[in-house]
């Protein structure tokens, strides 16, 4: 319990840091909130309207303790741009994060696992020469490419996925869950995650291989080499499960770290998740718009590595007790 406070108070204070240093950078960045309002025919009197509704006729003191206190409260403050609660803009296009990143994660984690383990087990081959390479290439190649070659080949070239968007134009509904599990809303998921798998895969594959690695050259591989077992068995049922360890708390990592990388993938195919809407808050000067979405990001990165040290814990317990300890 006393390490749950400990990892609790330090989320908060993290949290806190980082909405801190969002509140005063972009205050401090040139261009003006009310840009999106002000035109020519705009008057003075209805300038100074405007900076009194949104309460920035207050000192920066001021507007910062408000901010803290609205925080607190889960109020993420008034959209400049939208006029709409921060906290309900964000909730709208969250979901479609999510499903990005979950379903990139699962088809990047689970190719990457198993073929990290087939080109351990092949180790000095021409397999292994030729599969390094091509890992090493797709993960360090910019995502913004990735996504414009899945975009030349599979929407312009042959055109059997949309080229951007969340759903067809004027297409209705009757649920939310109608919606996500329609076909129309897949075949514009498809493009995204498969380019985000592409970029994530490289990361378990290199780590699933690095440790069977190890594990290859225990005792109890010998062992099973001597009992006759065949490869199939040694590999997945003795060698993987040992080596999973790592990948599982990267997996739980790299949910957050996704969450705070799909700004590029989500532009690059105009998918309506918190990525482009952050991107576009910061081109609006929408100061709490890009807070919030800041700010949320933040909170999914704390949790997802707060749920990664749990489960290092609970998968071994060597970790345990040196923490109890």
Do not use: C
């Amino acid at each position: 319990m006393r390490y749950l406070f400990n990892r609790l108070v330090h989320m908060i204070l993290v949290l806190w840091v980082v909405g801190t240093v969002l509140f005063f950078m972009f205050r401090i960045m040139p261009g003006t909130p009310l840009a999106a309002f002000i035109d020519q025919t705009t008057t003075a009197e209805q300038q100074q309207a405007l900076i009194a509704q949104f309460g920035l006729d207050k000192s920066l003191g001021e507007q910062y303790w408000l901010f803290l206190v609205n925080l607190s409260q889960g109020d993420l403050g008034q959209s400049f741009f939208f006029k709409k609660p921060v906290v309900d803009i964000v909730l709208e296009v969250l979901p479609n994060t999510l499903i990005l990143t979950l379903a990139s994660l699962v088809i990047a984690y689970v190719f990457g696992i198993l073929a990290g383990a087939w080109l351990a087990w092949k180790r000095g081959s021409w397999i292994e020469g030729v599969g390094i390479p091509l890992a090493l290439t797709t993960r360090a190649a910019p995502e913004f490419w990735l996504g414009m070659v899945m975009l030349a080949v599979f929407a312009f070239q042959f055109g059997w996925f949309p080229a951007g968007g969340a759903n067809a134009s004027g297409a209705a509904w009757d649920s939310e869950w109608q919606r996500i599990f329609s076909l129309d809303y897949l075949s514009h998921l498809a493009l995204p995650t498969l380019t985000l798998a592409i970029y994530l895969q490289g990361l378990p594959l290199l780590l699933m291989r690095s440790n069977m690695l190890e594990v290859l050259q225990e005792e109890f591989i010998t062992m099973g080499k001597m009992k006759g077992l065949s490869t199939r068995t040694i590999v997945l049922r003795h060698a993987a499960r040992n080596a999973l360890l790592p990948v599982a708390t990267a997996f739980a990592l790299g949910v957050g770290s996704a969450v705070g990388g799909n700004v590029v993938v989500e532009t690059v195919f105009s998918w309506p998740g918190i990525g482009r809407l952050l991107v576009n808050a910061v081109s609006a000067s929408d100061y709490p718009l890009a807070q919030g979405a800041f700010l949320i990001i933040t909170a999914v990165l704390i949790v997802m590595n707060f749920i990664a040290d749990i489960t290092y814990q609970l998968l071994d317990p060597r970790v345990r007790v040196a923490t109890t300890a």
